[in-house]
Every structure is written in C-alpha cells, then in structure tokens.
C-alpha cells in the first residue's frame, strides 16, 4: 500500500497534494510559506489572571492582524490600554504626559481609526501587495532596496561592510541553505524596503517574513560576528516597526554573543597587523553599545552594557569602501566616512549613560545640581570636538541625515538631563535653574529638526522622518506641561519673554509634524495628541468644569471605545515619556486609540506601571 493511501485511510479529510507542496516550499525555503504564529500557539498555555503582568506578547510582523492593530511603538511613548507589555521604567517619555494630565478635563470623545487607510502618500513603490517570488527574480528591485539600505541606513548604524556583502550578494547561489546570511540578506531587503515604501504601516513585509523564517535556534548554537549581526538589524528593524519589546530582546541576544566573541576586548596582543576584520568586529561592538544604551533609556530599563570592562578602541574614521576584510586599515580622513556618526554617537552614549544612572534611575530622593553641571559640561565637550564636518554646510547630502540625528539625540539627551533635575533639586533656585535650562533645550530641539525637515525635503526617507518624529514630539510636549501651568510662572524677568518663545516652538512642531503626517502616521498621531492637549487645556482654562469638548478636525478621529477595562488599564508607554507624566492624575484616555508610533505595535503592551509609593522610585512633582 503506497504512503499517500495509507495517509488517505487515516485522514480522509486531508488534502495530500496541498500538504505536499506546501511541505516542498518550506524545505526550499519559500519565504511566502504561511508559518504558525507562536503567539497562537501559546495564547492558552495559562490563564490571564494567573499571569505575570510584566510578561508581553507582541503581534508578529508576519501574521495579517500585526499589521493592523499597532497599539505600541517602537519609542514606548504612548498609553495603549492594553495588558501583557512588559516592564517599562521611570525614564519613559510617558511621564511627561502624565505631568499635565491634572491640568486638563478627564472626557475625551476622540478617537484615532484603527481601520485607517493608507493615504496615495504612502503607497508602497515596489507594489501594493508584492510577490516576494517575483521580487527576488527581479534584479533591479533587489538591488534597489540593497542600494536604498546602504544610502540611507547603513551610514548610521554601519552593520554591515558594504564591499563584503555586495561580493557575497553576487554569489549568492554558492551560499548554504542554512548560513546565516540569509537572513541578513532578507532584513536587508526589510530594512530597504521599510525607507522605500516612505513608512507604510499596512504593508506586511514578505523580506521581514523571509528573514523571520530562516532564524532557528541554529543561530544561537554558535557564536558568529554574522550572527551578530543579523540579531543587531532584526532588533532594530523591529523597534521602528513598533515591536520595542522584541527588538529589546534580539538587542539583548546580540549582546550576549558580542561578548562571547569577545568584542568588547581588543585583539590579542600578539596579533601581527590590524585588519579590517579586526575593525569591523570594534563598528560591530560599539553599535552594540548605542542600542543598548539607547533602548535602556527608552524603556527605562537597566543598563546592561558597563564601561567598566570595555576596552576596545572607538572605530576609526576611515574609508574601507575598496578594503577587503582582510586588508591593513587605510589612513583616517578628515572627511565624513560611514563611521563617522558611530563615532560620535559611541561617545555621546557613554554621557548618555551617565544621565541615566545619575538622575533617570537613580534611587537618590535629592539631586545636587553640581551633577548636573558636570554632565552638562561633558555634552559641551562633546560637541566641541565633534569634526568640522558636523557642521559643514557643505557636508555630502548622504552625511546630512546621520550627523543630524546624532545632533538630536545630545539635545534629547541633554533635556531629559534637566527635566530629571528638576524635579529631584530641593532648593527653588535650583529647580528653576534646571527648568530653564530644560525649556530652552527643548526649544533648541525644536529649531534643529523643523528647520532641518524644512531644507532637507529631498532627503527625508522614512527612517528619519522616524526619528524627527519622536524627538519633536517629546521636546514639544515639554513645553506643552509648562504652558499648561499658568498659575505657576517663572519668576523672573525672562518669563514674558519665555512664554512667546515657547509658544511659537510649539506652533512650529505643530506646523512641521503636520508637513510629516503627509507621509507619516506617527507624525499625524503625535500631531493629534498634541490638538488634544491644546484644545482640552484651552477648555480648562476657559471653563474649569468643562469637559473638553473642543476636538481636533481630524478626519480619522471617531467616538472612543466605552471599554471601561481598556481605558482603566491605559498608560504611558515611552518610559522617557513617562518621566515627563509621572505623579499626575490626567486621564489616559487621551490616548485612547493611538495604534502605532507614538503608541506600539505590541500587542497587549506595556501597562507594567503600578502607582509606585516606594521612596526610591524616581518621582516627579508639581514645579514649585
């Protein structure tokens, strides 16, 4: 009796031809085979109430619905109202939000639609709905999205050598089955896709699906700079396509094995010559670095990286576009080099982290502001000895994006430096010396990215729209929690002054979101929280018993869910954020609906935060 008759007898109802071919496309590595979504399978394991309330399930990429329902963001800045999101800190911008939730009136009837439809700005170029199949047997499509990758990514966060993977690109066909250069090669097509499609949240991504497919626990059973890398670009090719917890982890899995491959040490001392492998490994560990120092302050988690057993050397800048790995290292230039923004960011990092031990984490119940001078001192020093090219105006166009966001990150850095120490000075001329200071950085931040997104336009890809975005955002929402306290002036003379210069920075963050929002739904998200925070403190201040029924003009805000549980369990998300809110009592259903950036696309996700009373939580009280 044949196999396919016996299967026939056992299983009548099975269709054995399907089962077949479907079986051939995953041993030939089909990237458009439909795979099991392991949340499926887990969701019954325990019951929800027997569950830890820190554990998270984050909706796959590569299921239909985890396109579609995005209520986090790869910034953790925003409530979701959702369960099972994980643990989030004290540094999450989430607080800043729950500053002015007192000082605004608890309804609100608004509502973004989670059903959206992706406006003609956001229409994928490479096609609504791609063939992955046929992609791949397209060579200009391919090599538009490795070119895409390499212009607008990889200038930033240098993963990859550009020469190397172009050579293995080419032989691609010689390459095992099982290399875990597969999947690299998909998160690259992922990544370059992502800045080509100008940031469409309703595309799934076949390259992202291929790439998820060929990562087995293979890859963690040997330790590889390859590997390496592809954790580094799933991780972060996750955050921005809102799964901040994922990508936390993949982060995490690539540290892990950055150490046991010893890139945080320098070769052996009896190494004859330093090659570009040898280089490639220290680009390798200090991106490592930055993301872990940047995740931490975005979930407001500990910091796993120390600089206490760190001795490798910070990259070179050099140019390596004709070096084979193996080659001696060329001369450093003096010009921009695609090492050149990890550089400088590898140092800002290592100030970054200072910030966070000292004031966003930190059990101290006081600060003392010399600290914070210090620090603020250390950022000066920074960007005085950033090379002349950080401020060239005549700096290649690709260099423009990278420095730029470089630039921002010091100045988010440095805000969040002054709004921690604020709140922690026990003397008022202290505590106003900091807001100050945290005001005009905001106002700075604010200047920097909207004049940039006004005289850049030709250069604004996806993924730093992303990141203007997000600092635009919390630098406007800082000012936003001042405005909101007209009872509680500055008292000096700067005051009158202050105030027409904080409202015109936060008209100008409105004007250019709204510019972004054309091709942005995180831009317009943000934008909406902002109307609701402007015309719900307006409300407040003209009727202090109403309860904001000015809304928005938005043509995709509708009523709001009545789901009491939703709205009780909703919370910030960004721990940044959530530093800025915390120990306020605003009503969080004013983010009620935010699916996507500036909320995430996690599942169930990050309402981790209890009312904490302990006196070494970082709290944050009323300006005096």
């Avoid at 953790?76 to 800190?89: D, I, N, V």
């Avoid at 490795?146 to 050579?167: C, G, M, Q, V």
Wanted: charged letters at 20%; proline letters at 5%.
């Amino acid at each position: 009796m044949s196999l396919v008759s016996i299967i026939r007898k056992l299983n009548p109802g099975v269709d054995v031809e399907a089962a077949l071919e479907g079986t051939a496309s995953y041993l030939d590595g089909d990237p458009a085979v439909s795979f099991v979504n392991s949340q499926d399978l887990e969701s019954d394991v325990e019951s929800t109430a027997l569950s830890d309330r820190f554990e998270w399930r984050e909706a796959s990429l590569a299921s239909p619905s985890g396109t579609q329902k995005s209520p986090l963001d790869g910034m953790a800045s925003l409530p979701t109202g959702r369960t099972e999101s994980g643990y989030l800190g004290s540094s999450s911008g989430t607080t800043i939000l729950r500053t002015i939730s007192d000082l605004i009136p608890e309804k609100s009837n608004l509502r973004i639609d989670q059903q959206e439809q992706p406006s003609p700005a956001n229409t994928n170029r490479t096609g609504a709905s791609p063939s992955l199949s046929v992609h791949l047997a397209n060579t200009a499509t391919l090599e538009g999205l490795i070119d895409a990758y390499f212009s607008w990514y990889n200038p930033s966060y240098p993963i990859l050598h550009e020469k190397t993977f172009r050579e293995k690109y080419q032989n691609r066909q010689q390459i095992h089955p099982r290399s875990s250069w597969h999947p690299l090669f998909f998160l690259v097509m992922a990544i370059g896709h992502w800045i080509l499609t100008e940031g469409s949240e309703a595309e799934q991504s076949g390259y992202y699906t291929a790439a998820r497919s060929r990562m087995s626990m293979r890859m963690l059973e040997s330790g590889t700079l390859l590997n390496v890398q592809a954790f580094l670009l799933m991780g972060n090719y996750l955050q921005k396509r809102d799964r901040p917890n994922t990508g936390y982890n993949f982060i995490g899995i690539a540290y892990r094995m950055a150490l046991g491959l010893g890139l945080h040490r320098e070769p052996p001392a009896g190494t004859i010559r330093d090659t570009l492998f040898n280089e490639r490994r220290r680009v390798v560990w200090w991106i490592v670095y930055c993301f872990d120092s940047g995740l931490s302050l975005t979930t407001g988690r500990p910091l796993t990286v120390s600089d206490s057993f760190i001795e490798t050397r910070l990259p070179r800048n050099i140019d390596d576009s004709a070096c084979a790995l193996e080659s001696s290292l060329p001369v450093t230039t003096e010009q921009p080099t695609v090492y050149s923004a990890i550089i400088a960011q590898a140092r800002l990092a290592s100030i970054g982290n200072v910030v966070f031990s000292e004031l966003i984490s930190s059990n101290k119940s006081s600060c003392d502001l010399k600290i914070s001078r210090s620090i603020n001192c250390q950022f000066r020093a920074w960007k005085l000895s950033l090379p002349a090219y950080f401020t060239d105006h005549e700096a290649p166009k690709w260099f423009r994006g990278p420095r730029s966001v470089v630039i921002w990150k010091e100045q988010n850095l440095r805000m969040m430096l002054w709004w921690g120490s604020q709140r922690m000075c026990n003397l008022s001329s202290d505590r106003e010396e900091a807001q100050n200071m945290c005001h005009f950085t905001a106002v700075e931040t604010i200047q920097e990215i909207t004049n940039f997104c006004h005289g850049n336009t030709e250069i604004l890809h996806t993924s730093l729209s992303w990141y203007a975005t997000y600092f635009l955002f919390q630098a406007a929402v800082v000012l936003s929690i001042h405005h909101l306290r007209p009872l509680q002036p500055i008292v000096t003379g700067l005051a009158e002054v202050s105030q027409e210069l904080w409202l015109s920075s936060i008209s100008r963050s409105r004007d250019c979101l709204a510019s972004l929002s054309q091709n942005s739904k995180a831009a317009m998200r943000c934008l909406a929280v902002l109307d609701r925070i402007r015309d719900r403190s307006q409300s407040s201040q003209s009727d202090p018993t109403s309860q904001g029924n000015c809304q928005p003009e938005y043509k995709n805000l509708e009523p709001m869910s009545d789901n009491g549980e939703a709205q009780s369990a909703a919370s910030a998300v960004d721990p940044t954020l959530q530093l800025l809110f915390e120990d306020t009592v605003w009503d969080k259903d004013i983010f009620e609906g935010l699916d996507g950036f500036p909320s995430t696309g996690e599942a169930e996700a990050f309402d981790y935060l209890p009312v904490n009373n302990d006196p070494g939580w970082l709290r944050i009280s009323d300006p005096g």
